[in-house]
């Protein structure tokens, strides 16, 4: 496939907080992460379709709910180029995945915005987004044992949907980059070395396996980002996975918390961490493709599947994995796509949700599921001291699995699973 | 105050077991009436004495679903009872859809639940699992072998003993699932089990489930056959005057065909929430085609059309409450003697 | 004894799960049964090609869970 073996690799170099504080100057040091609170939220209020912002530090075991959560970001900046950090969305555009870039370990920022409340989305229960710090529902998210600068926005009343998304999104992106460029000049507590796949020697004779990851972008607050512009329309394409770990993906859909895709997960991507790991030894990484669901017609629907699976063969691959976005009629693009790998030798696994109901969705073919658990199964009922994001937010109730942000994110990211009761 | 067993025995029927009559009856506000009950009495005879009946009319039930389970689950609340057992509902879809719906509420609430109907019964879906559900055929008169079954399950679960899995004591599979954190990430299993599959070991978490209907045989003529046009795509007069749900319906509706020859941007809509409108409300035969099926009729295709269109919402809307639809809605047209139907769905 | 049901929908693999027995592909989840990128005539005439492919599977044995596409 060429000279790829000569592009750079991702440095990837992981700064790990273990205490995180308040103080007069945002600073990084030998795992205490200092966060001036005052100029975060300055920095974040900087967009004009925001009209304040709230600025609040959480850790693991706090009695807090987050409420209304709209997105997840672990804090990283390209500590050789920090401009083009995120590129296409906050930062210049510049091709992500290779060179240096750190992150903090410990540490998520998370963006928050009741926008029920502020009119720009229907009334509707599946906006409904939890991060709960302590409590039974605190290990169901993935976010609850990290330490969380949660940004709660107010946005400008008069201002359109789709600014205020871009404002917020931007902001939220713009405090990650500050709070990882602490770091740079530092030594890590760990370093990774991405390497382009392919560019390992030997290993012909392993299985090679690709992974098919699925995206939603069905307008404002529903949308995927790559390289800063939105997804929908796109045919199903190949990405170099250090793309995805070093920002190039962002997520800008905020329905159904548990079983979409926060940026935070495709930053810390198990499945390509995993497939990495795998390369050279079990397998040959062959590589990545990301495609739509959610497509409306079943001709659209087809198309892609057929497309997804034509790119995963010239990749080379003898298997995918298929990830699934959020929940309903992208489970027919899952199983479409399996359907169409399989039909051309491809053998599959996909990763799904399930819920009371069962699987939303089966093709025969799809004999080779992951489930990442029930997403309607109950969670007991939690009285937080301080809520964060919302007035009511079901206190004392129960909560769905689903109303949990990435509780069932069907990329694979948590240990969750469903069992034979 | 117990019967007298040591355990305290609630027991859910519909207003005909529980004697407040019959279809007329119907719309019965939840009732609590004290001891056993007609076939309550059947369950105090099998050892189970019943302390407390609580019964509801069926119709009453699926229209005021949310506030009849309040009052039904206070009074449960009130009784703390050992085990709760609803029915047997055999094949009453509404009787059964009560029972399983009950039942899902009280097993959240902690409270053992029996019931007893046909394994297709959509109170079955209702239940999600939390209910012994004994399978029964659809003949009332099985009751006399059926109560001493019920009762013995739920005395065993009363007094907290072991009940083994559904294969063994032949009541239905629960079909439950319960998350659990697995050693390793969902992305891990998937690269293990796909590396498996590739070296010819397939093996899967989670599999569907099914229930399935033979395909009925062919309409044998159909230029004399009375065909139906049902829909969940949300398509309603303008206006929506019966309040049709956008999401998460609790109903369907008939509404009169005769005389139209098209649904008319300016008399139909769709409100469904699951998808966007525009398209459909421009041209409502969009979602039923119904200008299409009385041009083919006009010239002998089909028999006639059937003279009312079935509609409901079928987005967020529990499998048990669409099962429960159906089967009253092909009830009726059972009883119209409609031959086929033509069915949309978003 | 069952009556013969087609369903028109533009997720046939749901369809297939749920245990449809007739299924006919739709267009589009927001229009199954029409075409608003057709002429209204055009429109008109295609509507009337899915019904009468409808009728043809309503007249039809079937192995279960059959899915039939609009033109064939």
Request: hydrophobic share 40%; charged share 20%.
């Given at each position: 496939?060429?000279?790829?073996?000569?592009?750079?690799?991702?440095?990837?170099?992981?700064?790990?907080?273990?205490?995180?504080?308040?103080?007069?100057?945002?600073?990084?040091?030998?795992?205490?992460?200092?966060?001036?609170?005052?100029?975060?939220?300055?920095?974040?209020?900087?967009?004009?379709?925001?009209?304040?912002?709230?600025?609040?530090?959480?850790?693991?075991?706090?009695?807090?709910?987050?409420?209304?959560?709209?997105?997840?970001?672990?804090?990283?900046?390209?500590?050789?180029?920090?401009?083009?950090?995120?590129?296409?969305?906050?930062?210049?555009?510049?091709?992500?995945?290779?060179?240096?870039?750190?992150?903090?370990?410990?540490?998520?920022?998370?963006?928050?915005?009741?926008?029920?409340?502020?009119?720009?989305?229907?009334?509707?229960?599946?906006?409904?987004?939890?991060?709960?710090?302590?409590?039974?529902?605190?290990?169901?998210?993935?976010?609850?044992?990290?330490?969380?600068?949660?940004?709660?926005?107010?946005?400008?009343?008069?201002?359109?949907?789709?600014?205020?998304?871009?404002?917020?999104?931007?902001?939220?992106?713009?405090?990650a980059r500050e709070l990882a460029a602490t770091t740079i000049g530092a030594t890590p507590d760990r370093q990774e070395t991405f390497r382009p796949i392919g560019a390992r020697q030997g290993g012909e004779d392993l299985p090679a396996i690709a992974a098919i990851l699925q995206v939603g972008s069905e307008g404002p607050f529903l949308d995927?980002?790559?390289?800063?512009?939105?997804?929908?329309?796109?045919?199903?394409?190949?990405?170099?996975?250090?793309?995805?770990?070093?920002?190039?993906?962002?997520?800008?859909?905020?329905?159904?918390?548990?079983?979409?895709?926060?940026?935070?997960?495709?930053?810390?991507?198990?499945?390509?961490?995993?497939?990495?790991?795998?390369?050279?030894?079990?397998?040959?990484?062959?590589?990545?493709?990301?495609?739509?669901?959610?497509?409306?017609?079943?001709?659209?629907?087809?198309?892609?599947?057929?497309?997804?699976?034509?790119?995963?063969?010239?990749?080379?691959?003898?298997?995918?994995?298929?990830?699934?976005?959020?929940?309903?009629?992208?489970?027919?693009?899952?199983?479409?796509?399996?359907?169409?790998?399989?039909?051309?030798?491809?053998?599959?696994?996909?990763?799904?949700?399930?819920?009371?109901?069962?699987?939303?969705?089966?093709?025969?073919?799809?004999?080779?599921?992951?489930?990442?658990?029930?997403?309607?199964?109950?969670?007991?009922?939690?009285?937080?001291?301080?809520?964060?994001?919302?007035?009511?937010?079901?206190?004392?109730?129960?909560?769905?699995?689903?109303?949990?942000?990435?509780?069932?994110?069907?990329?694979?990211?948590?240990?969750?699973?469903?069992?034979?009761? | 105050?117990?019967?007298?067993?040591?355990?305290?025995?609630?027991?859910?029927?519909?207003?005909?077991?529980?004697?407040?009559?019959?279809?007329?009856?119907?719309g019965h506000e939840p009732v609590r009436i004290e001891g056993a009950v007609g076939p309550g009495r059947g369950l105090a005879a099998a050892g189970l004495p019943v302390d407390v009946t609580l019964a509801c009319g069926d119709d009453h039930f699926g229209e005021h679903e949310a506030e009849a389970l309040a009052r039904l689950l206070n009074?449960?609340?009130?009784?703390?009872?050992?085990?709760?057992?609803?029915?047997?509902?055999?094949?009453?879809?509404?009787?059964?859809?009560?029972?399983?719906?009950?039942?899902?509420?009280?097993?959240?609430?902690?409270?053992?639940?029996?019931?007893?109907?046909?394994?297709?019964?959509?109170?079955?879906?209702?239940?999600?699992?939390?209910?012994?559900?004994?399978?029964?055929?659809?003949?009332?008169?099985?009751?006399?072998?059926?109560?001493?079954?019920?009762?013995?399950?739920?005395?065993?679960?009363?007094?907290?003993?072991?009940?083994?899995?559904?294969?063994?004591?032949?009541?239905?599979?629960?079909?439950?699932?319960?998350?659990?954190?697995?050693?390793?990430?969902?992305?891990?299993?998937?690269?293990?089990?796909?590396?498996?599959?590739?070296?010819?070991?397939?093996?899967?978490?989670?599999?569907?489930?099914?229930?399935?209907?033979?395909?009925?045989?062919?309409?044998?003529?159909?230029?004399?056959?009375?065909?139906?046009?049902?829909?969940?795509?949300?398509?309603?007069?303008?206006?929506?005057?019966?309040?049709?749900?956008?999401?998460?319906?609790?109903?369907?509706?008939?509404?009169?065909?005769?005389?139209?020859?098209?649904?008319?941007?300016?008399?139909?809509?769709?409100?469904?929430?699951?998808?966007?409108?525009?398209?459909?409300?421009?041209?409502?035969?969009?979602?039923?085609?119904?200008?299409?099926?009385?041009?083919?009729?006009?010239?002998?295709?089909?028999?006639?059309?059937?003279?009312?269109?079935?509609?409901?919402?079928?987005?967020?809307?529990?499998?048990?409450?669409?099962?429960?639809?159906?089967?009253?809605?092909?009830?009726?047209?059972?009883?119209?003697?409609?031959?086929?139907?033509?069915?949309?769905?978003? | 004894?069952?009556?013969?049901?087609?369903?028109?929908?533009?997720?046939?693999?749901?369809?297939?799960?749920?245990?449809?027995?007739?299924?006919?592909?739709?267009?589009?989840?927001?229009?199954?049964?029409?075409?608003?990128?057709?002429?209204?005539?055009?429109?008109?005439?295609?509507?009337?090609?899915?019904?009468e492919r409808a009728l043809e599977m309503l007249a039809t044995d079937v192995e279960p869970t059959t899915v039939w596409e609009v033109s064939e």
């Amino acid at each position: 496939m060429g000279r790829h073996s000569a592009a750079p690799p991702l440095e990837l170099g992981t700064y790990e907080v273990v205490e995180a504080s308040f103080g007069p100057s945002t600073s990084w040091k030998a795992g205490n992460l200092v966060v001036d609170l005052e100029s975060l939220r300055g920095s974040a209020a900087k967009e004009p379709a925001v009209e304040a912002v709230e600025v609040h530090l959480v850790r693991p075991g706090d009695p807090v709910r987050v409420a209304n959560v709209l997105d997840a970001v672990v804090p990283h900046v390209k500590a050789d180029d920090p401009e083009a950090t995120f590129p296409g969305v906050l930062g210049r555009l510049a091709p992500a995945g290779r060179g240096r870039s750190n992150r903090l370990g410990g540490v998520t920022v998370l963006s928050v915005c009741d926008l029920r409340a502020a009119g720009l989305v229907e009334e509707d229960e599946v906006w409904e987004t939890f991060v709960d710090m302590a409590g039974p529902g605190a290990d169901r998210s993935g976010f609850g044992s990290t330490a969380n600068v949660v940004l709660t926005f107010t946005p400008r009343s008069d201002a359109p949907a789709a600014d205020v998304d871009l404002a917020v999104r931007k902001a939220t992106l713009r405090v990650a980059r500050e709070l990882a460029a602490t770091t740079i000049g530092a030594t890590p507590d760990r370093q990774e070395t991405f390497r382009p796949i392919g560019a390992r020697q030997g290993g012909e004779d392993l299985p090679a396996i690709a992974a098919i990851l699925q995206v939603g972008s069905e307008g404002p607050f529903l949308d995927t980002f790559l390289y800063g512009l939105r997804m929908e329309g796109l045919v199903p394409t190949a990405l170099d996975p250090r793309e995805v770990l070093d920002g190039a993906l962002t997520n800008g859909a905020f329905e159904w918390a548990g079983s979409r895709n926060p940026t935070a997960l495709y930053q810390r991507n198990a499945l390509i961490r995993e497939l990495y790991e795998a390369d050279g030894k079990r397998l040959r990484f062959a590589g990545l493709v990301v495609a739509l669901g959610y497509l409306n017609t079943a001709f659209e629907k087809q198309r892609s599947a057929m497309l997804s699976a034509r790119l995963a063969q010239l990749l080379g691959a003898d298997g995918v994995v298929c990830t699934t976005f959020e929940t309903g009629n992208s489970h027919t693009d899952t199983m479409l796509t399996v359907r169409a790998c399989e039909q051309l030798g491809i053998r599959t696994t996909a990763i799904l949700t399930e819920t009371n109901g069962g699987l939303t969705d089966h093709v025969p073919e799809a004999d080779c599921i992951v489930s990442v658990g029930n997403e309607d199964e109950l969670v007991a009922g939690w009285s937080p001291d301080h809520v964060i994001g919302a007035s009511a937010a079901r206190a004392g109730e129960p909560v769905p699995t689903w109303a949990y942000l990435g509780a069932t994110c069907q990329m694979g990211d948590l240990r969750w699973t469903a069992v034979p009761a | 105050m117990d019967g007298g067993s040591g355990m305290k025995v609630v027991h859910y029927l519909n207003q005909f077991f529980a004697g407040l009559g019959g279809e007329e009856a119907a719309g019965h506000e939840p009732v609590r009436i004290e001891g056993a009950v007609g076939p309550g009495r059947g369950l105090a005879a099998a050892g189970l004495p019943v302390d407390v009946t609580l019964a509801c009319g069926d119709d009453h039930f699926g229209e005021h679903e949310a506030e009849a389970l309040a009052r039904l689950l206070n009074w449960l609340e009130e009784e703390e009872p050992d085990v709760l057992v609803c029915g047997p509902a055999f094949g009453s879809g509404r009787h059964g859809y009560a029972c399983g719906s009950l039942a899902r509420e009280a097993g959240r609430r902690g409270v053992p639940v029996v019931s007893a109907m046909t394994p297709d019964n959509p109170g079955v879906l209702a239940a999600e699992g939390a209910a012994y559900i004994v399978p029964t055929g659809s003949n009332v008169t099985e009751m006399r072998t059926i109560l001493p079954v019920v009762a013995a399950l739920a005395g065993r679960l009363a007094r907290g003993e072991p009940v083994g899995p559904s294969e063994e004591e032949g009541y239905l599979p629960r079909g439950l699932r319960k998350n659990v954190l697995a050693d390793v990430t969902g992305a891990a299993r998937a690269v293990d089990l796909l590396l498996a599959k590739l070296a010819g070991d397939t093996r899967t978490e989670v599999a569907p489930s099914g229930d399935r209907v033979p395909p009925p045989s062919a309409v044998v003529d159909l230029s004399r056959a009375t065909v139906a046009l049902v829909s969940e795509a949300g398509c309603v007069p303008q206006g929506n005057p019966d309040r049709l749900p956008s999401r998460h319906s609790n109903m369907w509706l008939r509404y009169p065909l005769g005389g139209v020859s098209s649904l008319g941007a300016d008399a139909y809509e769709s409100v469904h929430g699951g998808f966007d409108t525009a398209a459909a409300n421009d041209d409502p035969n969009r979602l039923v085609p119904l200008d299409a099926v009385r041009e083919l009729e006009a010239e002998g295709r089909i028999g006639k059309l059937h003279d009312v269109f079935y509609t409901t919402t079928g987005v967020d809307t529990p499998v048990a409450a669409a099962a429960k639809f159906g089967q009253e809605i092909a009830a009726e047209l059972h009883e119209a003697n409609v031959q086929a139907v033509i069915l949309t769905g978003t | 004894m069952g009556i013969p049901t087609v369903f028109v929908t533009a997720l046939p693999t749901i369809a297939q799960m749920v245990g449809a027995n007739r299924i006919l592909r739709g267009v589009s989840i927001t229009h199954p049964t029409g075409d608003p990128s057709l002429a209204v005539g055009d429109e008109h005439a295609f509507r009337r090609r899915i019904v009468e492919r409808a009728l043809e599977m309503l007249a039809t044995d079937v192995e279960p869970t059959t899915v039939w596409e609009v033109s064939e």
